[in-house]
């Protein structure tokens, strides 16, 4: 009788086409570099693998030394210093593992000399 009950159980997570039953994050260690912003996602899958129409994760993290911002219902980061902190994707009672997120230093301008004037310093372009 356990086993018949638990056999409907399990056939209801496999038809139901619009239950969220996982979380798939497309990396764990996202990085951004401070004054810049990123979006981090989080597909939401069923029974099947594929992706839940209209599901949408939450996000919230553990920063306490505010290398960032993260906005809970967006997943934007802003990244304000240097500095790594977690975050996680959340669907109802679903949690992601934790994303190390690295804010990086934006690099120093160089100084380039220009022929007859003082050295100028020249920005780096984002790659």
């Known amino acids: 009788m356990l086993a018949c009950a638990a056999l409907i159980a399990c056939r ?3 038809l139901d086409q ?4 996982a979380i798939e994050v497309p990396t764990t260690t ?10 981090l996602t989080a597909r939401l899958l069923n029974a099947a693998g594929v992706p839940v129409p209209g599901a949408a994760a939450t996000w919230a993290t553990d920063d306490t030394v505010t290398s960032f911002t993260l906005d809970q219902a967006t997943g934007l980061v802003t990244a304000i210093k240097p500095g790594t902190g977690r975050v996680w994707a959340r669907f109802d009672a679903l949690m992601s593992g934790p994303l190390t997120l690295t804010v990086t230093a934006r690099p120093a301008p160089a100084l380039v000399p220009v022929a007859g004037s003082p050295p100028r310093p020249v920005i780096p372009t984002p790659q």
């Open 12 to 14: 209801g997570l496999t």
């Open 18 to 21: 619009e239950r969220v039953i």
């Open 30 to 39: 996202p990085r951004v570099q401070e004054g810049d912003t990123l979006r």
